[in-house]
């Protein structure tokens, strides 16, 4: 293939640019996602966003066998990746269940797309996998897993550059692993208990807040900047629910044996204070044989997700192991 975008489609913003067979990714734009404006609204704002860095790539219009040769999406949601639809998704953004990406943006680009281009859709945080996987923190091994802590709590296992799916789509949900941590705590999927209720970025706010901490503080990157000015309920704050994280992926390590587990998201960059504890505990509840696992910061930003989507669908939208 020659000319082929990645999307990151994210309930705040989108990202896309052109992203070479070396993962070289050129052309970054982001657009604000139209999250609460219905399914028509973002997929036309994700067909706007493609046009420009198609325009700014050079890439002719469709026909005589031009036009744009594949274009890998990334998005929010549980994703039934051979048809390219939303079969779950949070209130994050209105009515994205069962919204088909792969379809509604063919549609919507015919005159960019070339001919039989493929349009493959599969889970942000699975192409964000596989983009580390490919050119990043877990460059060269053979099965990598990658826990992305933000907004929410998701993960991604890459097998031999192949993201899992499992057999319902559903694979990498860690959020909602079941978590003593979170006793009487609401996860956002309504049900209590969950990991993501204790660990994801705005866990580590409310954690605060609970803990007696200062009512103005806007959010957790405020509860990590007073952290690191020595506030000790903002410290208290971080170390606990960096812990709390730490535990859940020991769980999932000690099930699957991954060569190395990469961790990434908005809750991570809250630095040493958070990722000291998650660390400590990831590798206390470990069993000898795995306790000196390989544990790496994600290395490509951002950039992960678009480079991880033109990455797989360069591959032929292949998955390890078996699936529907």
């Known amino acids: 293939m020659n000319t082929v975008i990645g999307v990151d489609l994210g309930g705040t913003k989108t990202a896309a640019a052109l992203v070479g067979a070396d993962g070289a990714v050129r052309g970054l734009h982001e657009v604000a996602t139209p999250a609460k404006a219905g399914p028509g609204a973002v997929l036309e704002a994700v067909a706007g966003l493609v046009r420009r860095v198609a325009a700014d790539a050079g890439a002719a219009p469709a026909g005589d066998g031009a036009g744009l040769v594949g274009l890998g999406v ?3 949601g549980v994703v039934e990746a051979h048809s390219g639809r939303i079969i779950s998704a949070t209130d994050a953004m209105s009515d994205w269940a069962g919204t088909d990406v792969a379809g509604g943006l063919r549609a919507r680009l015919a005159d960019v797309l070339a001919p039989e281009a493929p349009v493959g859709v599969l889970n942000d945080v699975d192409a964000h996998a596989v983009g580390e996987a490919w050119i990043g923190a877990g460059a060269g091994a053979d099965v990598v897993l ?3 802590a933000g907004t929410g709590i998701g993960a991604g296992l890459v097998a031999r550059g192949l993201p899992w799916r499992g057999a319902h789509h559903s694979a990498g949900e860690l959020g909602h692993l079941p978590s003593a941590d979170a006793v009487g705590l609401r996860c956002t999927c309504g049900r209590d208990g969950h990991l993501e209720a204790i660990a994801a970025g705005p866990a580590i706010h409310r954690r605060y807040l609970a803990l007696g901490g200062d009512p103005a503080s806007a959010d957790n990157r405020d509860v990590a900047r007073r952290a ?7 410290v208290r704050a971080l170390s606990e629910t960096g812990r709390a994280l730490g535990r859940g992926i020991a769980g999932i390590v000690t099930m699957l044996d991954p060569d190395v587990v990469v961790v990434g998201g908005g809750a991570a960059g ?11 505990e990831l590798r206390r509840e470990l069993i000898p044989p795995l306790a000196g696992i390989e544990l790496h910061p994600a290395r490509l930003g ?4 678009i480079a991880g989507a033109a990455r797989w669908l360069r591959l032929g939208r292949p998955w390890a192991g078996a699936g529907r």
């Open 302 to 305: 951002p950039a992960a997700a």
């Open 270 to 280: 809250a630095g040493d204070l958070w990722w000291g504890p998650m660390e400590a």
């Open 146 to 148: 990658m826990v992305a």
């Open 228 to 234: 690191a000015g020595g506030e000790e309920t903002a």
């Open 74 to 76: 990334a998005s929010a």
